[in-house]
């Protein structure tokens, strides 16, 4: 038997994993093996793989630990041997990170332990050895923090607390009277390490672990456990991703920014992840460590000298202040950023897609720590895949693939209406993180953004803990942190607007106030953010909605090459259906009629017909509403001339249109000259226990044939006075809710003898097709019947989704959310097609109907047309076209084109 490799070596430009492993070595543990594998400096280390963090959720530490322990210390052995130094040695130690890694890069998600295998002992060797005592006590101090958060679980105990380590350093700082880390010396740091450890004995009631194994083994198990934090799962549950992948540990040995002014760390990006452009760029920091440029602890300087002058005059900074407070690491390091200018494009040209990668500079030598495709907005999605089109460096089908259609979404987000915003009030100004605009209300903590409709979230500075607070808010405010920070990656990939480290503003948690240019807010005032530009203005600016073009149209139309489905749109009205038009919707795909029947005149006499005990009386009313229903489909056709537009018949039950108050009533009674106890009667008469599973659909049109009839009329009328005036109507008339194939008959019928008198009438006549709603079970399992008499088929998986689960839609939200946060559902199958079950009745639905008419057209009309994943599905069972709302029409020209190609692969 061959044994489970669990522990993969890297350094010295050798590797026993690569690029490809990241399912078992996480992508950062994959991609340091590549970059040994070639040639950029990486220091050596080992991953250990996500597998056994399965096994560590099943059995615990000490089985991991058995079963991991031979190949650890193996693998600690050739650190030591490429190193030249030994962990846990007093002379000559080495240290090394504990790091996490997924499958999929989630930033800042899970815990990391920089500087392990120091004690009291260790210290005093690594000072020695360096000859540098302030290193040595910065990085244990560093350690004892970290290890004290990750691996001990000290965190603030209430969100308007600090962290226990931090209220240290800043007493101490305070009594010094600095401002920076960099300014304590060895003494402060060594009472700094005092206090810490006192922190952690009260905190925990234990000695802080001075055993660098203990160490080890304690900081790789709370890595996997990072795994479980509540942010991690949060973030999993935001970007679908399995809760079974589990992460990889990457130990490593230690490189230090943090040796004095000649070391430092930073993250650059190979192009602007927030615009695409073709820049290099990041932030960095003299004498400094991991996080210290994420986190907002000073304010981090550019790398190149370009980006510097173009961050300077954002921040309003003089250039002899830049130069002298804030100079480039092209100025002040030109050797190291010489080479780390052409590994980032060796990097690039590697991956072929934008990178972004964590260095460190340890007394001049330039090492790397990460890289990993760079997380952008929407906008630079699209430019960064089309720039590389272009370059060649990729070709059609790479780029389709490699683009994320749900991030097209941002691209038709809201923009700030150009007159609103000349006039609007300037209050402050930051850096551009995340470009869009937003409007909201202020709010101070993440856990509070969900208290109205709109909120801006205002930090001074953000923590992965506020991940969900992000999410909710429209758009966020930090007073600290660079490009980099972690608001601004977090919303950059959320392609939420976001302005950051505006310096000016201030904010005080306590009182729940935002000061900005001399006013102060409180919580709930309104502000906007032009996440472009990275201004903050006072009170709320109109929005408008923006235009599909440049490189956006032209991937559309690269995506309409490779596609087979098409893609319609949902629409009720002329705008709506412009705007889809404009967005390269190919027709509508279900256009409801019962909208049309709620304007001013109109529901009076919809009531008048509903209430009415006789036809004749229904036929009135009937013909009162014909000429508004008429006059509303040439509106549509008219917008969608040319193409086709399937008209859906009144679907919900009757009940819903008439009056349920007294006033309503007898205003009713009145204007029908009957008595109000007669309008309560046949109201209370209407009334249904299930109406969803009532007197509706093709049930209304069959019983009250008439209203079929005059909804008929009205289309076919429609196309023929627009045929008149020369335009071209192609109207599909579609029955909803079928089960029966004698339901689908009748209505057919009374559609056809209605459109033929109009033809008689007019001495015109036009094309028009009669199909069906797939949407009760039974008519998927009937399907080949009624495809006798249907010329297409449009599932209706809102309806189909709910009859085959048994959910009703309105009360769903009960125990749905309950059913995902216990695992019992994936998804929430209104918004995702359930594949496996709701997916079967669609394939058998289809291949049935086909069986009889071949010719027949299917398509999908349900939310889950404008979904991707559902669309990939639709595709792969021969759908003609899917349907969705105008929004979510580019989203699904991308995805078609995206499921053709996958399924031809
Ligand atoms: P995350 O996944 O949150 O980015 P990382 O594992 O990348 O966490 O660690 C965060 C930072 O810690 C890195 O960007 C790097 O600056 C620093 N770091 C990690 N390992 C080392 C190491 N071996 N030497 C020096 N710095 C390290
Ligand atoms: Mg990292
Ligand atoms: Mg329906």
Not at 17 to 43: Q, S, Y
Not at 230 to 239: D, E, G, I, Q, S
Not at 358 to 370: A, D, M, N, P, R
Not at 689 to 702: K, V
Request: net charge negative; with cysteine.
């Amino acid at each position: 038997m061959t044994r489970v490799k669990r522990v993969y070596t890297f350094g010295n430009k050798e590797a026993e994993g690569n690029e490809k492993m990241k399912d078992l070595l996480g992508g950062k543990g994959a991609n340091l093996a590549e970059m040994n594998l070639i040639g950029i400096p990486v220091p050596p280390g080992f991953t250990i793989t996500t597998e056994v963090c399965t096994e560590y959720n099943k059995f615990g530490k000490d089985k991991v630990v058995e079963l991991i322990k031979d190949d650890v210390e193996a693998a600690i052995k050739k650190v030591e041997s490429i190193i030249g130094s030994k962990f846990g040695d007093k002379e000559n130690p080495l240290l090394v990170s504990v790091r996490s890694g997924a499958r999929v890069s989630m930033p800042g998600m899970m815990d990391t332990v920089l500087n392990l295998g120091l004690n009291d002992d260790v210290v005093q060797g690594i000072a020695k050895k360096t000859g540098n005592e302030r290193f040595a006590w910065d990085s244990y101090r560093r350690f004892i923090q970290m290890f004290g958060d990750v691996v001990l679980g000290l965190k603030p105990e209430s969100k308007e607390d600090h962290d226990p380590f931090e209220e240290v350093m800043d007493e101490i700082k305070h009594k010094k009277g600095v401002q920076n880390d960099t300014d304590l010396d060895v003494n402060d740091l060594k009472q700094i390490v005092t206090k810490y450890k006192e922190v952690v004995k009260r905190k925990t009631g234990k000695d802080f672990p001075t055993d660098p194994w203990d160490q080890l083994w304690a900081a790789i198990m709370a890595v996997f456990d990072s795994w479980q934090n509540p942010r991690a799962k949060y973030y999993r549950a935001l970007n679908q991703i399995p809760e079974e992948w589990g992460t990889a540990v990457t130990v490593q040995s230690m490189v230090f920014g943090n040796m004095g002014n000649n070391s430092a760390t930073g993250v650059a990006f190979t192009r602007d992840a927030s615009t695409g452009e073709k820049i290099f760029n990041g932030e960095y920091l003299v004498n400094a460590q991991g996080e210290d440029v994420v986190a907002g602890i000073r304010t981090p300087q550019q790398i190149t000298l370009e980006g510097s002058k173009r961050w300077a005059a954002l921040a309003n900074i003089s250039e002899d202040e830049r130069k002298t407070k804030y100079p480039s690491l092209e100025e002040v390091m030109p050797d190291a950023y010489a080479e780390l200018f052409s590994i980032q494009q060796k990097l690039e040209n590697h991956y072929r897609d934008m990178q972004d990668i964590e260095f460190t500079i340890q007394e001049g030598k330039l090492w790397l720590l990460q890289t990993r495709n760079g997380k952008r907005t929407g906008a630079a999605m699209v430019k960064i895949g089309m720039d590389m089109l272009r370059e060649g460096m990729i070709d059609e089908k790479t780029l389709l693939l490699r683009l994320e259609a749900n991030k097209l979404d941002e691209l038709l987000h809201p923009v700030f209406d150009s007159d609103s915003v000349k006039t609007a009030k300037v209050m402050a100004k930051g850096l551009p993180a995340s470009p869009g605009a937003a409007t909201g209300q202020i709010v101070f903590f993440a856990d509070e953004a969900k208290k109205y409709p709109k909120s801006i979230l205002v930090r001074v500075e953000t923590s992965p803990e506020d991940l969900e607070g992000i999410n909710v808010a429209q758009g966020i405010l930090t007073a600290r942190g660079g490009m980099t920070s972690h608001a601004a990656v977090v919303a950059r990939g959320m392609g939420k607007c976001c302005v950051s480290g505006a310096g000016s503003i201030k904010i005080d948690y306590k009182t729940r106030t935002l000061g900005m240019s001399g006013k102060v807010y409180k919580e709930g005032d309104w502000i906007s953010l032009n996440g472009s530009t990275g201004e903050v203005y006072d009170g709320s600016i109109k929005t408008i909605t923006p235009k599909l073009s440049g490189d956006f149209a032209e991937i559309m139309k690269i995506s309409d090459k490779y596609t087979r489905m098409y893609v319609r749109t949902n629409a009720d009205t002329p705008h709506d259906a412009k705007l889809a038009r404009d967005f390269g919707a190919k027709g509508i795909g279900l256009c409801r009629t019962e909208h049309m029947f709620f304007d001013g005149e109109r529901i009076k006499a919809m009531r008048e017909m509903i209430l009415a005990t006789t036809e004749e009386g229904r036929r009135k009313a009937l013909d009162k509403l014909l000429p508004y229903q008429r006059s509303d489909f040439e509106g549509i056709f008219e917008a969608m001339h040319d193409l086709p537009v399937t008209v859906r018949l009144l679907d919900p039950p009757l009940h819903e249109f008439v009056p349920h108050e007294d006033e309503n009533q007898r205003e009713m009674a009145q204007e029908m000259g009957i008595s109000a106890e007669e309008v309560k009667r046949i109201v209370d008469s209407l009334h249904e226990i299930n109406p969803m599973l009532g007197h509706r659909g093709c049930r209304l049109g069959n019983t009250y044939p008439e209203i079929t009839e005059m909804q008929a009329r009205a289309i076919i009328e429609a196309a023929v006075n627009l045929k008149k005036r020369g335009i071209n109507a192609k109207p599909e008339i579609m029955v909803p809710l079928t089960g029966t194939v004698q339901e689908m008959e009748m209505q057919k019928k009374i559609v056809k003898d209605a459109a033929e008198k109009v033809f008689a009438e007019t001495g015109e006549r036009v094309d028009y097709l009669i199909g069906t709603m797939i949407e009760v079970p039974r008519a998927a399992l009937v399907a080949d019947k009624i495809a006798e008499h249907a010329e297409f088929f449009s599932f209706g998986t809102n309806d189909l989704t709910q009859m085959t689960f048994g959910y009703s839609r309105d009360d769903a939200g009960k125990f749905l959310p309950i059913y995902l946060k216990k695992g019992l559902l994936k998804n929430d199958p209104f918004q995702i097609l359930d594949q496996e079950g709701v997916g079967q009745l669609v394939k058998m639905g289809t291949e049935r109907g086909r069986q009889t008419c071949p010719k027949l057209k299917v398509g999908i009309c349900g939310e889950h047309g404008g979904e991707p994943s559902s669309i990939e599905f639709c595709n792969s069972v021969g759908m003609d076209y899917v349907s969705c709302s105008p929004f979510r029409v580019p989203i699904a020209r991308l995805a078609a084109a995206q499921a053709n190609l996958k399924q031809s692969k």
